[in-house]
C-alpha cells in the first residue's frame, strides 16, 4: 500500500510493478481471507485506472472481512468511476458508519461534490482535515479544499488552503497544483508558472503539464507551451504501447491540441471501460471537436447528470449547443459556468465571455 501511495505522489509506474508483487506475495503467504491484501490489490487496479478489477477485488475484501472501512472505500471509488453513483454512495455510507475518520469524511465529501453540493462538501471535507492525523491526510483535504473554493469561484480562499497545506507539506505537487491554478485565477501568472513548474518538477502528471501548457499559451507563449505538450505526446505514446486506457486528460489534450477523430477513439475506449461523468464529458468535447454534435450532446447530458457544478463541463456543454445552432441553451450554459468560476480555463474561459457577448449582441 505504501508503493500504491508512492507512486500515486511521484508518477511512476515501475512503483505499481512494486506494489503488485508485495501483494501477491502476502497472497499466495494468506490465501484465504486475506482482506488487507484484497484491498490492497483493489487500490493498484484502481490506481492503474483498470476499476472492474479493483471493483472484483473490493467485493473480494469486503467478503472476507464486511467490517473493513478500507474495503468498502476502494468499493466506493470503483462503482463511481463505473458510473454506478448509487452504489458508491451506499459503499462510503457503510464505509463512515464503520468509521468516520478522515478518508471515510473526504469520500462522503466527494458524493456531495458530484451530486452539485458544494457547501455539504466542503463541510465533510473540513471534517475529514480535523480528523486527519498523517501528513498525507492533511494534504489531501487541504488540496480538495482549495479546489472546492476555485470551483466556486474563490481563489482568495483556495490559495489560503494550498498555502496552509505547504506549510506541511512543501513538496506535495498536488498542492503546489492547486495553488498554481490559484495563483492564475488572481492574475499572478509568473507565481502560477513557478508554481506548476515545480509540481511537474516532483510529478509530471498529465493534468500539470496541461495545466501549464494552456496558462503559457493564453499568454502568448507558444514556444513554452509546446515543451509542454511535446513531454504530453511522450506520455501518450508510452500509455499507447502499455494498451492503458486513456485519461481524460488526455482526452482533452488530444481533442483541442492533436487530432479530434484519434481523442474520439480513444474517449470511445475509455467510456466503454470506465463510464464515469468526466470520461462523458472528454467524449462530448472530441466528439464535437470531430464535428460529431449531436452524438456530443448526448454525453454532455450525461457529464451533468448527477448535478455536478463543473464550469468546464457547461461550457462544453454550451460549445455543442452553439454547434447545433441552439444559442439559448448556449447562453444558459455559458453564464452557469462564468457564475460557478469566472476564471474556469486560461483559454475556455475568455472564450465563455466572448462567444456570449457576441450571441447577445446578434439577438
Same mark, same amino acid.
Given at each position: ?177 492547486? +495553488? =498554481?491554478?490559484? $495563483?492564475? !485565477?488572481? @492574475?499572478?501568472?509568473?507565481? #502560477?508558472?513557478? &508554481?506548476?513548474?515545480? /509540481?511537474?518538477? %516532483? ?113 462544453? +456543454? =454550451?460549445?455543442? $449547443?452553439? !454547434?447545433? @445552432?441552439?444559442?439559448?441553451? #448556449?447562453?444558459? &450554459?455559458?453564464?452557469? /459556468?462564468?457564475? %460557478? ?23
Amino acid at each position: 500500500m505504501a508503493y500504491v501511495q508512492q507512486a500515486r505522489a511521484t508518477a511512476d509506474p515501475a512503483t505499481y510493478a512494486r506494489a503488485q508483487s508485495a501483494l501477491q506475495k502476502s497472497l499466495e503467504l494468506q490465501p484465504a481471507d486475506n482482506y488487507q491484501a484484497q484491498t490492497g490489490m483493489g487500490a493498484l487496479q484502481a490506481a492503474r485506472h483498470d476499476f472492474t478489477s479493483a471493483l472484483n477485488w473490493a467485493k473480494k475484501a469486503t467478503a472476507s472481512n464486511p467490517s473493513s472501512p478500507a474495503a468498502h472505500g476502494v468499493l466506493a471509488d470503483a462503482y463511481t468511476q463505473l458510473g454506478q453513483y448509487e452504489a458508491s454512495f451506499r459503499a462510503v455510507q457503510r464505509m463512515t458508519d464503520l468509521r468516520p475518520d478522515a478518508a471515510s469524511l473526504a469520500r462522503a465529501s466527494y458524493t456531495w461534490e458530484l451530486r452539485g453540493e458544494t457547501a455539504r462538501a466542503r463541510e465533510l471535507m473540513t471534517r475529514s482535515l480535523k480528523a486527519a492525523s498523517a501528513t498525507a491526510d492533511t494534504s489531501f483535504a487541504h488540496t480538495h479544499l482549495a479546489l472546492l473554493a476555485l470551483e466556486t469561484g474563490d481563489p482568495t480562499t483556495a490559495l489560503r488552503e494550498a498555502e496552509t497545506g505547504l506549510r506541511a507539506a512543501p513538496r506535495d505537487s498536488a498542492l503546489l497544483e492547486a +495553488r =498554481a491554478r490559484a $495563483h492564475a !485565477a488572481s @492574475g499572478n501568472m509568473r507565481q #502560477a508558472v513557478d &508554481d506548476y513548474t515545480a /509540481a511537474i518538477a %516532483i510529478a509530471p502528471l498529465p493534468h500539470y503539464l496541461l495545466g501549464l501548457g494552456e496558462l503559457q499559451q493564453s499568454q502568448g507563449r507558444r514556444e513554452q507551451a509546446e515543451a509542454q505538450y511535446e513531454l504530453l505526446r511522450a506520455q501518450e505514446r508510452l500509455r499507447a504501447a502499455s494498451g492503458a486506457p486513456a485519461d481524460v486528460d488526455a482526452i482533452l489534450f488530444e481533442a483541442d491540441h492533436g487530432r479530434p477523430l484519434r481523442a474520439v477513439a480513444m474517449a470511445e475506449a475509455a467510456c466503454r471501460t470506465r463510464p464515469f461523468i468526466a470520461v462523458h464529458d472528454a467524449y462530448a468535447w472530441a466528439l464535437h471537436k470531430a464535428g460529431r454534435h449531436a452524438q456530443a450532446l448526448a454525453h454532455a447530458n450525461q457529464s451533468l447528470a448527477l448535478g455536478t457544478r463543473s464550469a468546464l463541463f457547461h461550457y462544453h +456543454r =454550451a460549445k455543442i $449547443h452553439q !454547434a447545433l @445552432g441552439d444559442t439559448n441553451a #448556449a447562453n444558459r &450554459d455559458l453564464k452557469r /459556468a462564468l457564475t %460557478i468560476d469566472p476564471h474556469f480555463h486560461p483559454l475556455h474561459a475568455p472564450d465563455a465571455h466572448t462567444t456570449l457577448r457576441r450571441n447577445d449582441a446578434t439577438r
